[in-house]
């Protein structure tokens, strides 16, 4: 499966971003989707994943609240709508697709098979 991040960008603190990753070469709906964000000098962390139909999603509480992930099967996309957003949120965001069953996993990276190349997300103040 090959993943293709867009829609990065600048903005200001309050403002708002839609990601979006389109998948080829495998069966979208097979796969969990999630996003995970890496800021300068700090880990890879978890922001939000979906299930395969569509019908769950969950948050990092870090973003419970302003952001939203949703997807599109026909079009094999999944999206992340960043709204309220803050200085804290710049980072380059990931988004990865996953074999995995069990919700517990969703949270964790090693749950996740493919990744794409990231997309740079930089909130001014």
């Known amino acids: 499966v090959q993943l293709q991040a867009s829609g990065g960008g600048l903005v200001q603190a309050g403002g708002s971003l839609r990601l979006s990753c389109a998948a080829s070469g495998g069966t979208f709906s097979s796969y969990v989707m999630g996003w995970f964000r890496q800021a300068p000098g700090k880990e890879r962390e978890f922001v939000a994943a979906?299930?395969?139909?569509?019908?769950?999603?969950y948050y990092s509480d870090s973003v419970k609240g302003r952001f939203t992930i949703s997807r599109d099967n026909a079009k094999n996309t999944v999206y992340l709508q960043m709204n309220s957003l803050k200085p804290e949120d710049t980072a380059v965001y990931y988004c990865?697709?996953?074999?995995?069953?069990?919700?517990?996993?969703?949270?964790?990276?090693?749950?996740?098979?493919?990744w794409g190349q990231g997309t740079q997300v930089t909130v001014s103040s």
């Open positions: 979906i299930s395969r139909g569509g019908a769950s999603t």
């Open positions: 990865a697709a996953s074999r995995a069953y069990g919700s517990s996993s969703y949270y964790r990276l090693p749950a996740y098979d493919y």
